[in-house]
Nanobody
Framework: QVQLEESGGGLVQAGDSLRLSCVFS????????MGWFRQAPGKERELVAT????????SIADSVKGRFTISRSNAKSTVNLQMNSLKPEDTAVYYC????????????????WGQGTQVTVSS
């Protein structure tokens, strides 16, 4: 059984940085494509960033491109989301997701989800 645990959220001011981490517990982390998603109050969950099997196979949503980066460590079974130049509109619960295979997860087809970590950006 796979479990995902996020950490690193918090309350910050606009322009600050945060680094979210997701620890994957289970077997064969390297066989999972990973993603970060977020959900703001009253809005649907949306994709933020994904990374496939290879560390170079990452993709970033246009809304955060140039500010956020995703990385994975197969040795540590972790996936991180570095968030720079945070804006109030980045306020949301951030979720880590895993999908078995090389295809990155979407909102409706991830196999596993973490419980989420709150990020609040004040203006």
């Amino acid at each position: 059984q796979v479990q995902l645990e996020e950490s690193g959220g918090g309350l910050v001011q606009a322009g600050d940085s945060l680094r979210l981490s997701c620890v994957f517990s289970g077997r064969a982390f390297a066989m999972y494509a990973m993603g970060w998603f977020r959900q703001a109050p009253g809005k649907e969950r949306e994709l933020v960033a994904t990374v496939g099997w290879g560390a170079n196979s990452s993709s970033i949503a246009d809304s955060v491109k140039g500010r956020f980066t995703i990385s994975r460590s197969n040795a540590k079974s972790t996936v991180n989301l570095q968030m720079n130049s945070l804006k109030p509109e980045d306020t949301a619960v951030y979720y880590c997701a895993a999908k078995f295979g090389p295809i990155v997860p979407k909102v409706d087809d991830a196999n596993y989800w973490g419980q989420g970590t709150q990020v609040t950006v004040s203006s």
